[in-house]
């Protein structure tokens, strides 16, 4: 065997290790791409679960009234509880409605004023006695509160929750669009 091939088998040699040291640098590049990726995906949900509404209800004992709570670290814009059924008979439905809120700051309780009961169409105001039926200290059976809101983006929430005789449980708080 000559110098000549000695060096050439060398030089293929070489080439082929360079060749394979490209590749898996490449691929070990492609990895950490992928896993940047995948954190700053991350990173962005945690960012956007921290700056987030959070609204729930609540009944102030002293007060006698009940109250918006907002847990999240930004406003909640359009805060408004669904309708809550109280009579469910063969004839007249009865709801509590309860006044939407146009902005909730964070880390504030702002009283629910206005809440009326509507029967059939008919409109009747309130103060706390006819409200009995859902407070906690004296509701006879636990009724579904649905709390929707947007934050300033206008991205929408909901929190669902029970209120009932000494309990107020939030069952679900989620983003819904």
Request: hydrophobic content about 35%; proline content about 4%.
């Amino acid at each position: 065997m000559t110098c000549e091939i000695f060096i050439q088998i060398l030089t293929l040699i070489i080439l082929f290790l360079t060749c394979l040291a490209g590749f898996r640098y490449v691929r070990a590049t492609k990895d950490l791409w992928e896993e940047t990726a995948k954190q700053t995906k991350e990173t962005v949900k945690q960012t956007r679960l921290s700056m987030r509404p959070i609204v729930v209800v609540t009944y102030d004992e002293r007060e006698d009234k009940f109250m918006f709570i907002n847990y999240g670290n930004t406003p909640a814009f359009h805060v408004k509880i669904d309708d809550v059924l109280i009579l469910n008979t063969e004839g007249p439905k009865s709801y509590y409605v309860f006044p939407e809120e146009y902005c909730l700051p964070q880390s504030k309780k702002i009283i629910i004023e206005n809440i009326v009961i509507k029967t059939n169409g008919k409109i009747s105001y309130t103060d706390t006695f006819f409200l009995g039926a859902i407070t906690p200290s004296s509701a006879g059976k636990p009724y579904d509160i649905k709390i929707k809101y947007k934050n300033a983006e206008s991205e929408k929430y909901i929190t669902e929750g029970k209120v009932g005789k000494d309990m107020f449980d939030t069952t679900k708080i989620e983003k819904i669009s």
